[in-house]
C-alpha cells in the first residue's frame, strides 16, 4: 500500500491519474492513502471485490497514467541503487533522462565516441555543475572519479540521480568499465545512498549487462526499463483536431517515434 500510495502521489505532482478502477474502489484502506478517490463506506462498496477469499493471488490495484510519462513514475520512485533504461534510437530515452534529472537535480552525462580520458572529462564536467572544482583535476581512472563523485555526494547529502546515458560508447572505450561500476555500486555508492542510472540504444548490451548471470552487473539493477514507442491515441495531441484518416496516415508515415513527431 505504502509503494502504491507513493507512486500515485508523485504522478499527481505532474500529470493526470485515474482515480483506480476495479476492486480497489472497495478498500478504505486504499482511499485514506490516497490512492482512490471514493470512499467505499459513504457509497456501499463490496470490500469483498478486494480481498477474495476464493482467490489464491493477492489483490491488485489498477492504475491509470499517461503512456508517455509512467516511466518517470517509476524512476522517481527508485531508491538508492541501479536503473537500466533502453529502447531504440530516437523513441525519447534522452528527453525522459534528461528531465527527470531536471525535477530531481540530478546530473546527466552521456558518452560519444571519443577516448576515455576524454569522456571522463566530459563527465567530470558535467558534474562540476553539481560540485564546484570536480573538473578542475584529470582523472586517470574511472575508479578514481567514481570514489571523488561518491565522497563528494555523500559530504553534500547529495543523493542523486546521476544518469550514465549511451553507456555501450563508454564501455567501448573503457571495457573494465563495468567491473569497476561494480565495486563502485556494492561499496561507495550504496554508502553514499547513490540513485544511479545507465541507459543506451543497444537492448541486447544493456539487458546482457543486468540480467546475464555472468555480467557484472548482474542482480544490481533495483529497476529494468524498457522505453517504448507511443501509442497510436497520442497523435491527436501532436498533430491537433485532424480527421481520423489524416491521423492514421500520419502513424503510418512515422509510428510511434516521439523524435520523428518532432
Do not use: N
Not at 485515474?18 to 471514493?38: E, F, K, N, Q
Not at 565495486?183 to 548490451?205: I, K, N
Amino acid at each position: 500500500f505504502r509503494v502504491i500510495a507513493t507512486m500515485v502521489q508523485e504522478a499527481k505532482c505532474t500529470m493526470l491519474v485515474g482515480p483506480a478502477r476495479g476492486s480497489a474502489a472497495g478498500s478504505l484502506v486504499c482511499y485514506l492513502m490516497g490512492i482512490t478517490d471514493v470512499d467505499p463506506l459513504v457509497h456501499d462498496l463490496m470490500f469483498e471485490r478486494f480481498i477474495d477469499v476464493t482467490r489464491a493471488d493477492l489483490p491488485d490495484i489498477d492504475l491509470d497514467f499517461p503512456d508517455q510519462q509512467r516511466e518517470q513514475v517509476f524512476l522517481a520512485l527508485t531508491s538508492a541503487g541501479l536503473a537500466v533504461v533502453f529502447g531504440r534510437r530516437r523513441i525519447g530515452k534522452t528527453r525522459l533522462l534528461v528531465e527527470w534529472c531536471r525535477r530531481t537535480d540530478g546530473v546527466y552525462a552521456v558518452a560519444d565516441q571519443s577516448a576515455a580520458e576524454v569522456q571522463r572529462r566530459y563527465l567530470a564536467e558535467a558534474l562540476a555543475g553539481r560540485f564546484p572544482g570536480f573538473a578542475d583535476v584529470t582523472y586517470r581512472d574511472w575508479s578514481g572519479l567514481l570514489s571523488r563523485l561518491s565522497k563528494e555526494a555523500q559530504h553534500a547529502g547529495w543523493r542523486g540521480p546521476v544518469v550514465f546515458d549511451e553507456l555501450p560508447y563508454w564501455i567501448a572505450t573503457s571495457p573494465e568499465l563495468p567491473s569497476v561500476l561494480q565495486r563502485w555500486l556494492d561499496h561507495e555508492a550504496r554508502a553514499a545512498g547513490l540513485v544511479v542510472a545507465v541507459a543506451g540504444s543497444s537492448q541486447r548490451m544493456m539487458q546482457g549487462l543486468a540480467l546475464d548471470r555472468e555480467a557484472p552487473l548482474y542482480g544490481r539493477a533495483r529497476a529494468l526499463f524498457e522505453v517504448r514507442a507511443l501509442g497510436v491515441d497520442y497523435v491527436r495531441a501532436a498533430i491537433g483536431a485532424a480527421p481520423p484518416r489524416a491521423q492514421l496516415e500520419f502513424y503510418a508515415a512515422w509510428g510511434g517515434v516521439p523524435r520523428y513527431w518532432e
